[in-house]
């Protein structure tokens, strides 16, 4: 209701000023000698300044952002590859940036050099074959050797070797949270369907198949520093988009089929925290949060916790209410670091079997011969079964 109020009063306000000005002509009507429609040497000249004054004002606050907001931009890449992405993404920006200074300054130079006249007539110019191949074939030129270059990067980060030793792990996406699986032993990960997800499966791996034995399911993601770590993403319900913004890496997750991405972490987590700057980032941003601290206690609040690094996995497809909130912490650990901390994990098979022992009840607590309950249970079973048959059938 308030803001149909607000819409309304904004509508009339709108409408007064329109009378207002409308009023405002009608007073001048007559007073001035100059009522021409047509354009005189005196409002080419003002409206050639103007101009001037708007191409300042675009290099001024170009050069105000770059000096103002450049520090928030990703610093060092945390993956081999990421070298690779951010010297293509910095010769792509030294390109825009020199074309747009030169043709900006151009066409507002232009602009006033030639503005009306009344001594000045205009020339008849039909074309020019000379020119048109100039600014037809440099940009092609210089556009396809960076396409090319982009492509080569491309296939250079995508390429998976078959035989090449990696780190295997399923990112599992849905509303709104990311799962990790990893393959355990044998480095293969079990097949999955979501039609199979129950209890505390709930990523439907399918536990009829071997590779599924040793799998471990988690919801903090632990990589090894230098070992290459391919990823296998699924989602659960709708698009979402894995993106590892400090190593530089970003792949959908596609409802019903699986993509993938692999990257070598180059600094674990500790090293990355000890790199300068980011010690400046993080002491910034606690200098914010204790000023905000003192503030928060003076009302009765409770002051913010000091802020410290750490790697992150983003959802970056507007995937839902809670988007901005699906995130997973990553933590790059040394190879050893990383095998202790795998090894301290259960597997799925194993936390599907303690949920089972843990939903049935304790042996001796049924009446002995309560066949009823034997029979629920004999009619459970025969349920679980067919049920997982269907599964299977519906998979094909
Ligand atoms: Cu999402």
Known sequence: MTSLLVIIVLVLLAVALWQLTKIFDLTQVGSSS???QVASDNDNNVQGYIMFGFLAFIYIFTIYGLLKWG????????????????????ITWVLIFTVQVITQGLLYWFSFKYKGNKDKKALFFADSNKLEAIWSIIPSVVLAILILYGLYAWNNIMFVDKDEDVVEIELYAQQFKWTARYAGNDNTLGKANVRLIEGVNTLGVDMSDKNSEDDIVVTELHIPKGKKVHFKMRSQDVLHSAYFPHFRAQMNCVPGMVTEFAFVPTYTTAEYRELDFMKEKVAHINKLRAEKSVELVAKGGTALDPYTFDYLLLCNKICGASHYNMQMKVVVDTPEDYKKWLSEKTTLAQDIAAAKAAEKPAEGTAPAGDSSSKVIDTVKAV????KAAVAKVAMK
């Open 34 to 36: 100059d009522d021409s």
């Open 71 to 90: 520090n928030l931009a990703l610093h060092t890449p945390a993956s081999e590859h990421g070298l690779l992405v951010d010297n293509l993404m910095n």
């Open 383 to 386: 349920v679980d079964t067919v």
